[in-house]
Nanobody, 117 residues
Framework: QVQLVESGGGLVQPGGSLRLSCVAS????????MGWYRQGPGHLRELVAS???????NYADSAKGRFTISRANTKNTVTQQISSLKPEGTAGYYC???????????WGQGTQVSVSS
């Protein structure tokens, strides 16, 4: 089992920035991919960005230029820096990891980001 804990969400004004973090813990696991997803009101959950253990990143088109994902393998941590936030960025942001050996996915409980003046 892998447990994920996200942090860093909150209320931010349009144009502001946030830094989201996710820490994975558990017994004997090796994570292949770590990623961030978001789900806005009335929308399906969608990929924002992901990063492999080797550092290869993948961004949704809507995230390119304003989202930066990074990872610390030794700390099992993935971070998402978000800049120039827009009101439509209001959503729950969820961390997901895929394990190296089994390919099994684990999700965090999410952290809420609200963009409003």
């Amino acid at each position: 089992q892998v447990q994920l804990v996200e942090s860093g969400g909150g209320l931010v004004q349009p144009g502001g920035s946030l830094r989201l973090s996710c820490v994975a813990s558990g017994n004997r696991f090796d994570i292949y991919v770590m990623g961030w997803y978001r789900q806005g009101p009335g929308h399906l959950r969608e990929l924002v960005a992901s990063i492999t253990k080797g550092g290869t990143t993948n961004y949704a088109d809507s995230a390119k230029g304003r989202f930066t994902i990074s990872r610390a393998n030794t700390k099992n941590t993935v971070t998402q820096q978000i800049s120039s936030l827009k009101p439509e960025g209001t959503a729950g942001y969820y961390c997901k990891v895929e394990l190296m050996d089994s390919g099994r996915d684990y999700w965090g409980q999410g952290t809420q980001v609200s963009v409003s003046s």
